[in-house]
């Protein structure tokens, strides 16, 4: 083509114009027609379409267009479409081959200058082919000449591969010489590294073996030296030296004998145990004389298990057990002397010897020092050595051995006890002594004796029979009794010779027996007071267990009531007689009975006093025997039955009854007469009581005495009609005789009348 192709304002109307012009076969197979169809029918929207003509562009675009504009130039510039319209039928006709020929880049540049409308897409129509092509053939001499530099490169490092080899060779010479030349040394390391390791296991092996049987620096000196105290470190390296000697007597026990080395390990152990042991004795001895001067007693856990350590030493425990046994003694004979005299701290508790004017006082506040410093002293001791508790109830009675059978901790403990209290003995016993030998009073003496037993059990109970307290108090214990018993035999023997007032008419008991019974009330009171503290333990049922602890009280009690009661009965006896001697009508049996009845009223309340009761009662039962005995006969007198009843007990039936003199008919019936009248008149009948009864202190044995006789006379009433019934007596109407006059001949009438039962007993 010569020029460039008209544009058209649409590609729709030329399509309008040639479709007019021809027919529809024609146009279907003209090639330009086809290759417009083509061309129209192309979508620019697609995304390889835009990337083609951007390529374009960038290939052919003019030199005065901005390359940031060109892909707005693309979309917008109808000369590109024109371009492609003339490429597409310049392929079609075949026009425009022979003008490429004649464009020539300008300076090997795609960019081109365009001086009239259409010449760059008319260029870019012709010279497309020959510009890639021009294109592809700079593209591949830039190639070829970084090839040819890469080339270059590669002969370069050919020549340093070549050289290395070369030294890789000469070094894997000399290797291999350096190898043959080390192999001598290397066998040689390695002999060295398998002696150094039999070494290394022989150096553990004698690392274990010292460690296991010999003390470190550290434990040796805390074994040893003074510096260390004895305390967890130093038993621990006591521990550990019996633990060597332990496992060196199994070393040393192999078949080769004793090892020189087991024989030097057991010599140093030795040693230096025997050091430790040496040490522990001066501590302990230190500890004890500082611990022994405090009121307050504590043992720590060090102390204990000290203690335990020296058991295994007994001479050096022995030793050190007696610095804390003299250190005790002192301390505690200062501390009982600091009590007596000057008290507490600060003056509490006050002194004991301010209560010097009480004795009971005086003497209980002693005895309670003694017995807290005893158990005081028990408590420390007991924690000294580790003794376990046996499980006894509080109060209860200890279980003390026999001195070859008791425990070496036991044994330590009582004599160190003995010891420490043997000089508060001294001072104890001596002020004691003084106060119960200076009593007057029977009762204070008495109650001191009584509190003195108390603590006699208690400490026989706490530290045993033959602890050295225990057998001072009961030497002073016996002094008291002997005390008091001294005091009632002299009051017992006052009692009999106390003189009575003969002029006195009451049958009261006199001033002597109630001053000494009073004395005996207030002594059983005591006695009462004190019997449940040293009651026995007794095996066996409730009921055993009571009569057991009844009998050991009535033994108790038995020597000091034989001594008071006994003489009080025989006075009220003896002064009986003497003042029925000398005021016949004195009625000396109610006297008696009285006495006693007043007697056994104040013995009757104490259960310990039954051997008492007993014998007092049976002399009660005597006299109740005979002053019924006397009331009957009295009764009889008044009665007018006396001479008959005589004569009717006295009748031998060797002759009638009746035939006696004073049984005769007429004198039987006077007598029963008289016997009326007295039932009808008597007070002892309508009041039933006896004015002579009346002054019996106690209303049931006058009753009791008073129906015995009325019934004896009841009795004696119903022998008599039984004589006078009998046939052999030969009374003639025997049944009018006795029924003229009361009661009739009737014995269930005179009961009546008197009120009685005829069952009960005399």
């Given at each position: 083509m010569s020029g460039p192709i008209p544009r058209t304002n649409s590609s729709s109307s030329i399509v309008s114009q040639r479709?007019?012009?021809?027919?529809?076969?024609?146009?279907?197979?003209?090639?330009?027609?086809?290759?417009?169809?083509?061309?129209?029918?192309?979508?620019?929207?697609?995304?390889?379409?835009?990337?083609?003509?951007?390529?374009?562009?960038?290939?052919?675009?003019?030199?005065?267009?901005?390359?940031?504009?060109?892909?707005?130039?693309?979309?917008?510039?109808?000369?590109?479409?024109?371009?492609?319209?003339?490429?597409?039928i310049e392929g079609v006709d075949g026009v425009g081959d022979e003008e490429e020929k004649d464009v020539q880049p300008?300076?090997?540049?795609?960019?081109?200058?365009?001086?009239?409308?259409?010449?760059?897409?008319?260029?870019?129509?012709?010279?497309?082919?020959?510009?890639?092509?021009?294109?592809?053939?700079?593209?591949?001499?830039?190639?070829?000449?970084?090839?040819?530099?890469?080339?270059?490169?590669?002969?370069?490092?050919?020549?340093?591969?070549?050289?290395?080899?070369?030294?890789?060779?000469?070094?894997?010479?000399?290797?291999?010489?350096?190898?043959?030349?080390?192999?001598?040394?290397?066998?040689?390391?390695?002999?060295?590294?398998?002696?150094?390791?039999?070494?290394?296991?022989?150096?553990?092996?004698?690392?274990?073996?010292?460690?296991?049987?010999?003390?470190?620096?550290?434990?040796?000196?805390?074994?040893?030296?003074?510096?260390v105290p004895v305390g967890k470190r130093f038993f621990q390296a006591m521990d550990k030296t019996e633990q060597i000697r332990d496992d060196c007597r199994v070393l040393m026990a192999g078949e080769d004998g004793p090892t020189k080395a087991g024989k030097d390990i057991m010599a140093s152990t030795a040693s230096q145990l025997e050091q430790g042991y040496e040490k522990i004795l001066r501590w302990c001895s230190y500890e004890f004389r500082q611990i022994g001067r405090d009121s307050q007693l504590e043992v720590n856990t060090i102390m204990r298990e000290a203690v335990r350590r020296l058991r295994k030493r007994p001479e050096l425990l022995n030793e050190s057990l007696a610095s804390l046994s003299l250190t005790r003694q002192t301390t505690l004979?200062?501390?009982?002397?600091?009590?007596?005299?000057?008290?507490?701290?600060?003056?509490?508790?006050?002194?004991?010897e301010l209560h010097a004017h009480d004795p009971l006082r005086?003497?209980?506040?002693?005895?309670?020092?003694?017995?807290?410093?005893?158990?005081?002293?028990?408590?420390?001791?007991?924690?000294?050595?580790?003794?376990?508790?046996?499980?006894?109830?509080?109060?209860?009675?200890?279980?003390?051995?026999?001195?070859?059978?008791?425990?070496?901790?036991?044994?330590?403990?009582?004599?160190?006890?003995?010891a420490a209290i043997g000089k508060v003995c001294v001072p104890l016993k001596i002020r004691v002594q003084q106060t119960v030998r200076s009593q007057e009073s029977v009762i204070m003496s008495f109650k001191i004796a009584n509190l003195l037993q108390f603590y006699k059990s208690t400490m026989t109970k706490?530290?045993?029979?033959?602890?050295?307290?225990?057998?001072?108090?009961?030497?002073?214990?016996?002094?008291?009794?002997?005390?008091?018993?001294?005091?009632?035999?002299?009051?017992?023997?006052?009692?009999?010779?106390?003189a009575l007032d003969f002029?006195?008419?009451?049958?009261?008991?006199?001033?002597?027996?109630?001053?000494?019974?009073?004395?005996?009330?207030?002594?059983?009171?005591?006695?009462?007071?004190?019997?449940?503290?040293?009651?026995?333990?007794?095996?066996?049922?409730e009921t055993e267990k009571q009569n057991s602890n009844q009998d050991v009280s009535n033994k108790g009690f038995l020597k000091i009531g034989d001594i008071m009661v006994q003489p009080a009965v025989e006075m009220c006896l003896n002064a009986a007689e003497?003042?029925?001697?000398?005021?016949?009508?004195?009625?000396?049996?109610?006297?008696?009975?009285?006495?006693?009845?007043?007697?056994?009223?104040?013995?009757?309340?104490?259960?310990?006093?039954?051997?008492?009761?007993?014998?007092?009662?049976?002399?009660?039962?005597?006299?109740?025997?005979?002053?019924?005995?006397?009331?009957?006969?009295?009764?009889?007198?008044?009665?007018?039955?006396?001479?008959?009843?005589?004569?009717?007990?006295?009748?031998?039936g060797s002759e009638p009854l009746s035939h006696i003199p004073g049984m005769q008919p007429l004198q039987l019936q006077s007598a029963l007469a008289t016997f009326s009248r007295w039932l009808s008149t008597s007070t002892e009948v309508v009041s039933s009581s006896s004015p002579r009864l009346s002054r019996l202190t106690l209303q049931p044995l006058h009753t009791r005495i008073h129906h015995t006789a009325m019934g004896k006379v009841a009795k004696t009433y119903e022998m008599i009609c039984e004589k006078v019934r009998k046939k052999e007596n030969r009374y003639e109407a025997a049944a009018t005789l006795l029924g003229t006059e009361r009661p009739f001949g009737q014995v269930s009438l005179l009961w009546q009348i008197f009120g009685l039962n005829e069952d009960e007993d005399d």
């Open positions: 479709k007019n012009s021809s027919s529809w076969a024609s146009q279907s197979r003209n090639p330009i027609s086809l290759r417009l169809y083509k061309v129209l029918s192309t979508n620019f929207d697609d995304e390889t379409t835009r990337e083609a003509l951007q390529t374009l562009s960038e290939l052919y675009t003019p030199s005065n267009v901005n390359t940031n504009t060109t892909s707005k130039t693309v979309q917008n510039d109808p000369q590109l479409e024109d371009v492609l319209l003339g490429d597409s300008s300076g090997g540049s795609s960019k081109f200058t365009e001086n009239t409308p259409g010449e760059m897409a008319a260029k870019a129509r012709k010279n497309l082919k020959r510009d890639m092509e021009l294109r592809l053939a700079e593209g591949s001499r830039h190639f070829l000449k970084v090839l040819s530099e890469v080339d270059e490169r590669l002969v370069a490092l050919q020549k340093h591969v070549s050289a290395m080899h070369a030294s890789c060779d000469e070094a894997e010479k000399q290797l291999q010489l350096s190898n043959e030349t080390s192999k001598s040394l290397l066998e040689r390391a390695g002999n060295l590294r398998e002696e150094r390791q039999e070494v290394e296991d022989q150096k553990s092996i004698v690392s274990l073996f010292l460690a296991r049987f010999t003390l470190t620096e550290e434990e040796t000196e805390a074994l040893i030296s003074r510096v004979t200062s501390s009982f002397l600091t009590a007596l005299t000057r008290g507490g701290p600060s003056g509490l508790p006050r002194p004991i005086y003497i209980g506040d002693m005895l309670a020092w003694v017995h807290q410093a005893i158990a005081a002293e028990r408590e420390f001791l007991e924690a000294l050595f580790s003794v376990k508790e046996d499980r006894r109830l509080i109060g209860s009675a200890r279980e003390f051995a026999q001195k070859g059978k008791m425990s070496q901790e036991e044994e330590w403990i009582r004599e160190l006890m003995d706490t530290i045993g029979e033959d602890a050295v307290l225990s057998i001072t108090l009961k030497e002073i214990t016996d002094v008291a009794y002997k005390t008091f018993f001294d005091s009632v035999e002299a009051q017992c023997r006052s009692l009999t010779r106390a002029d006195d008419n009451s049958l009261t008991p006199p001033i002597p027996i109630l001053d000494h019974v009073q004395i005996l009330r207030e002594i059983m009171a005591v006695y009462q007071s004190y019997l449940g503290d040293d009651d026995q333990v007794v095996e066996g049922n003497v003042k029925k001697r000398s005021r016949p009508e004195w009625d000396k049996d109610v006297f008696v009975l009285n006495c006693l009845s007043y007697l056994l009223s104040v013995l009757e309340p104490f259960e310990f006093t039954k051997s008492q009761r007993d014998m007092i009662q049976e002399t009660i039962e005597s006299k109740v025997r005979d002053l019924t005995e006397e009331h009957y006969h009295a009764i009889m007198v008044d009665a007018g039955l006396d001479e008959i009843a005589s004569l009717c007990e006295n009748h031998d």
